[in-house]
C-alpha cells in the first residue's frame, strides 16, 4: 500500500492560481499511471486529470487548458498547477494511485 499525501489548497479569488502537490511513500509515479480528482460540496468525485504510465496526460474538458499535471523526475511528487480558477473548481481535491487514495485537500474559490 502506498501512501499519498495532498498539499496546497486553499482560498483564491476567480481567476487566481493554485498548485497542488501530491507525494508518495514510493516513487511510484515515474511509471504508473496516477489520477486527480475533484470533488465538489454534494457531487461525486470526479476525474479532473491523470498521469498515465510517468508520460501522457489527459484532463477532463472541464479543466482542460487551465489545469496542468506534471512529476517531479524522481518519481515521488505530482502536481496539479491550476490556473484561471472558477468557483465551479470549489471542491476537496484527492490524488489516487495503485487503488491507494490521499486524504484530500480543500480548494475554496471565491467569486
Known amino acids: 500500500q502506498v501512501q499519498l499525501e495532498e498539499a496546497g489548497g486553499g482560498l483564491v479569488q476567480a481567476g487566481g492560481s493554485l498548485r497542488l502537490s501530491c507525494s508518495a511513500s514510493?516513487?511510484?509515479?515515474?511509471?504508473?499511471?496516477m489520477g486527480w480528482y475533484h470533488q465538489a460540496p454534494g457531487k461525486q468525485r470526479e476525474l479532473v486529470a491523470s498521469?498515465?504510465?510517468?508520460?501522457?496526460?489527459n484532463y477532463a474538458d472541464s479543466v482542460k487548458g487551465r489545469f496542468t499535471v506534471a512529476r517531479t523526475a524522481n518519481g515521488y511528487t505530482v502536481f496539479l498547477q491550476m490556473n484561471s480558477l472558477k468557483p465551479e473548481d470549489t471542491g476537496v481535491y484527492y490524488c489516487?494511485?495503485?487503488?491507494?487514495w490521499g486524504q484530500g485537500t480543500q480548494v475554496t474559490v471565491s467569486s
Open positions: 514510493e516513487n511510484i509515479f515515474r511509471r504508473d499511471t
Open positions: 489516487s494511485a495503485r487503488g491507494d
Open positions: 498521469l498515465i504510465n510517468g508520460g501522457s496526460k
